[in-house]
């Protein structure tokens, strides 16, 4: 029997086999780990980081699975699982290489500084699951390139991550085609696309959706609805259009950030769909194309809602009160859209409130006291509105506020010395542009942290106090445009840190500090048209007329040369001089008086330069300057704009041309355009005298000019046209006198309403007179000339005939201005203008008393049954005050309230201000500020007799 022997060549190659197989996996797994390793120092050999960082990433070191930022799985081979570099401060480019990490699931790189493109061959990644590599410098990620197509096929990737990148070129549309994708963030790239019509079926797990580009167009596609397990989507700053779909279905949703697109809300009924997310905290809509009123159903929000951003939008009429529902609310933006009507009290409620603003829209009424409540607050901005009445004394209980902005509104009253005991006030406290009066307390010195602060452009009087300077802090301080009187304070030598310093347009005195010199961060001081004298302060910021304005003060002198001031020995020699001219004058006079005669007759009797060429001269400074900023337009955009000037945009014509509505290619809304008839006389004055007006001022309640065309028509003739805004609702008049219009449907103007207008045009009026460098004379204001906005916002208009009230009677700006044969319109014209040339400021109030009589009345100046000489100031003053009723416009009274009390609080006041305005004589009446205060008392006195 036979036997194998255990040293058979057979058996000992049997061994040989069976050892191959066995020793096999730990050979392919060692070159599979080594493979790992070299991929690792393949990618570092394309970075630089500080020592430390990547120093345990060396070819001495086998270990690799303990270097910096990398994990291994468990089991063997051990194989790369993650890699984390993020905030390393890693700079270099992304290495192909990394695609040889066959095993990666996380690819963690953000927050560095690498550049270059996309590596493609990450999409051979197939295990990765989650890829950040955002935010990879301060200034931005500079990846370049497009993203790979590839990534769109990694089956198991759950969070895309390439925001803050200059990544361009098309969204793969397979990016959204992965199905495990949780987060998907490719914001602040340059990319293009449009959202998949099925993306709400294609990534059924996304939970963010981070889309932010600017370039992404369309519509919102309604299958997102679908994505029920999102929690935050940001389409900002893309060109999305159409409505905001009704996202009430996504009830995971906690943030909702739609800003800066082109969305439309349609009936706002997305608003109540909203409702149903009841763990929304962030809705921001700002910056689109929302219009109409915001529907009460915002108060049925979230009560977890904590942001709401609704700015830079179309919204009009009034603030829905129940907004105090959102008790969680901590920011509510709602400036720059067309808010109309009162704040309601009810945002009292909202005790959370941190950042509050309604700026830049047409709110009036007065600010509630229940803002007080908002204990959290650190920003109120209610800028640019109208709201009047006094500043609430609760605003005092807000101390936390760190900026408080009413600039620009209607506000009236002392400043209530408990704002300056908010001590938190750090950033800024702007109450210019108001008609606040009285002193400035001594308590403004306890805001010691305050860096700006603005009370310009009210009434208040009194002496600048020396505690200001204790506000060291203050980088802006702007007192101009108010009654202050006195020196500037020597305590002002502590504000070294100030950059602006205006106080310019006071009544200031004394001589200019020497300390001013010496501040180093001061960039702008203007000291212009006070009552300053002596010499000016030598070095520092007096060096640079750029910075420094002085213009006004004609006392100050120079002790070195400066452009625009004499030498302070000048001034001396100046003054005794003046002294032997007056004397000398008194003989010479009487000669000039006779040589002046003689010059006239004969320029008149030479052969005068043709009247077209000289007008064209004279315009061509003034067109300079009003034109020097504005789209420059033709005849030919004329032609085009008004459509041949068809007489369907016909809108209004007057003594020196016709008025059409238009659209111009450079702009979206409706203009209107003023288009002067050249051959009627005194039309090339008139277009002048508008340029002249129209360069120098700026106001709500004036209109506004946007260009202006200086041409020559189809037949080679000067033409001549100015483009406005376009108002909707017509003029004052037509509003009025409705059926002298054809206008027999047109509602009526409620007594508000008309308290309103007149407030608007008294405003007007008042900046024109007491607020431009030169007052500046309307000349011809009548209830045409009085146009009305959509929200009945009055805009005084025509300035045809307006001039500067010089002090030199032959000045060009005078001569340009004056026109001799017209003077305005009749039965709005003072007395004096028919007697004399001099017109002046009272000639306007004297209008202005004119229509505020016939608002009240709707009895125009001009109608027949003042043939007989009498006028409408007579027939009102006869009936006043006792049977006033008697020719009082009845329409104007609404059945709901008290008619009696209304006559007596109301209505009465207004006609003794038009009755007041419209004296015979011009020094018996009113000044505008003193009107202008007036008829707030009477708005404030309606506001209570509605509220009762």
């Known amino acids: 029997m036979s036997s194998l022997g255990f040293s058979s060549p057979g058996f000992l190659q049997l061994l040989y086999i069976l050892k191959f197989f066995c020793l096999l996996p730990l050979v392919i797994g060692s070159n599979e780990t080594e493979s790992d390793r070299q991929a690792l120092l393949c990618l570092k050999s394309q970075l630089t980081s500080s020592a430390e960082v990547l120093s345990s990433w060396s070819n001495a070191s086998m270990e690799f699975c303990s270097w910096h930022g990398v994990t291994c799985s468990t089991q063997y081979p051990r194989r790369v699982t993650a890699l984390d570099l993020s905030s390393e401060g890693i700079t270099g480019s992304i290495s192909p290489c990394i695609a040889d990490l066959t095993y990666l699931t996380k690819l963690q790189l953000s927050n560095n500084s690498f550049y270059g493109s996309i590596p493609s061959e990450l999409g051979f990644l197939t295990q990765l699951s989650i890829l950040n590599i955002s935010m990879n410098s301060l200034e931005g990620n500079n990846l370049v390139g497009s993203i790979p197509d590839t990534l769109g096929h990694v089956p198991t990737l759950e969070t895309l991550a390439v925001d803050l990148n200059n990544l361009s070129g098309q969204v793969p549309p397979s990016i959204f085609n992965v199905s495990s994708l949780t987060y998907l963030g490719i914001a602040n790239n340059s990319l293009t696309g449009r959202l998949p019509s099925n993306i709400g079926y294609t990534l059924p797990n996304i939970q963010e959706l981070i889309l932010h580009n600017k370039k992404f167009s369309g519509s919102i596609p309604s299958s997102l609805l679908n994505a029920s397990h999102l929690q935050s989507l940001f389409l900002t700053n893309n060109s999305l259009t159409g409505h905001i779909p009704f996202f009430g279905s996504l009830q995971n949703l906690k943030i909702l950030d739609m800003a800066y697109n082109m969305l439309e809300a349609g009936d706002w009924s997305f608003v ?333 009797s030479r052969k005068r330069v043709p009247l077209n060429s000289r007008k064209s ?48 290619e450079f702009r979206q809304d409706q203009v209107a355009i003023k288009i002067f008839n050249l051959s009627t006389y005194g039309a090339h004055r008139s277009f002048a005298a508008e ?163 016939e608002m009240v009345t709707s009895i125009s100046p001009t109608e027949e049954i003042f043939n007989d000489g009498t006028s409408l100031r007579d027939l009102v003053a006869s009936n006043f005050p006792k049977d006033i009723f008697k020719i009082v416009d009845p329409t104007m009274l609404q059945d709901d309230i008290d008619a009696t009390e209304v006559l007596q609080s109301c209505v009465i006041p207004l006609v003794r201000i038009g009755l007041s305005c419209s004296m015979t004589s011009p020094k018996d009446r009113c000044e505008m500020g003193q009107v202008c205060s007036e008829i707030l008392r009477i708005k404030d006195a309606l506001s209570k007799i509605d509220d009762e």
């Open 272 to 604: 109540s769909s909203l409702s149903n997310c009841s763990k929304l905290t962030k809705l921001l809509f700002d910056g689109n194309n929302l219009q109409g009123n915001l529907p009460s159903s915002i108060g049925n929000l979230s009560s977890n809602l904590e942001q709401l951003w609704l700015r830079n939008n179309q919204i009009s009429r009034l603030i829905p009160p129940g907004i105090g529902n959102l008790k969680s609310l901590n920011m509510f933006y709602m400036d720059c859209n067309y808010l109309t009507g009162n704040i309601p009290p009810t945002i009292g409620y909202l005790h959370n409130m941190v950042i509050l603003s309604f700026a830049q829209n047409r709110l009036s009424g007065q600010i509630p006291g229940t803002t007080g409540n908002l204990v959290q607050l650190n920003e109120l901005h209610l800028d640019g509105n109208n709201l009047s009445g006094s500043i609430p004394e609760s605003i005092h209980h807000c101390t936390q506020l760190k900026t408080l902005n009413l600039a620009h509104n209607s506000l009236h009253g002392t400043i209530p010395v408990h704002i300056f005991k908010i001590f938190s006030l750090s950033e800024q406290l702007n109450l210019s542009h108001n008609y606040l009066s009285g002193g400035i307390p001594q308590e403004v010195g306890n805001l010691i942290n305050l860096n700006k602060l603005s009370i310009s452009n009210n009434r208040l009087s009194g002496n600048i106090p020396s505690t200001l300077g204790q506000c060291v802090i203050l980088e802006s301080l702007e007192l101009q445009s108010n009654f202050l009187e006195g020196i500037i304070p020597e305590s002002f030598a502590k504000l070294e840190g100030i950059n602006k310093l205006d106080i310019s347009h006071n009544k200031l005195s004394g001589k200019i500090p020497e300390f001013l010199a010496s501040f180093k961060s001061l960039i702008n001081l203007n000291l212009s048209f006070n009552n300053f004298y002596g010499p000016l302060p030598s070095g520092g910021v007096f060096l640079d007329t750029s910075v420094i304005s002085f213009e006004g003060n004609d006392r100050l002198c120079a002790r070195a040369p400066l452009k625009g001031i004499p030498f302070c020995s000048a001034l001396v020699d100046r003054r005794r001089v003046h002294r032997s001219l007056v004397l000398a004058l008194k003989i010479v006079t009487p000669v000039v008086v006779v040589i002046t005669i003689l010059c006239f007759l004969m320029i008149r």
């Open 617 to 664: 001269m004279q315009l061509k400074p003034h067109l300079r300057q009003l034109n020097g900023d504005m789209e420059k337009i033709t005849y030919q955009d004329i032609v085009k704009a008004t459509n041949g000037f068809s007489s369907a945009n016909l809108i209004g014509s007057g003594s020196f041309g016709t008025v059409y509505k238009g659209n111009l």
């Open 691 to 853: 340029c002249e007006a129209l360069k120098n001022v700026r106001h709500r309640n004036l209109v506004k000019v946007i260009t202006v065309c200086s041409s020559v028509d189809s037949t080679g003739a000067d033409f001549r046209a100015l483009v406005f805004e376009y108002i909707q609702n017509g003029n004052l008049d037509m509003w009025l006198h409705p059926k002298e219009h054809e206008h027999y449907q047109r509602n009526f103007l409620m007594l508000s309403q008309r308290i309103n207008i007149a407030l608007d045009i008294a405003f007007a009026l008042d900046y024109l007179h007491n607020r431009c460098a030169t007052p500046l004379v309307h000349c011809d204001l009548k209830p045409s000339n009085i146009l009305l906005g959509l929200d009945m916002v009055a805009y005084v208009s025509d300035f045809g005939l307006a001039r500067f009230q010089c002090t030199r009677p032959n000045s060009d700006r005078d001569s340009l201005t004056s026109l001799s044969c017209i003077k305005g319109s009749i039965g709005y014209i003072p007395p004096e203008y028919g007697m004399s040339e001099e017109r002046s400021t009272k000639g306007d109030v004297y209008s202005f008393g004119v229509i505020l009589l």
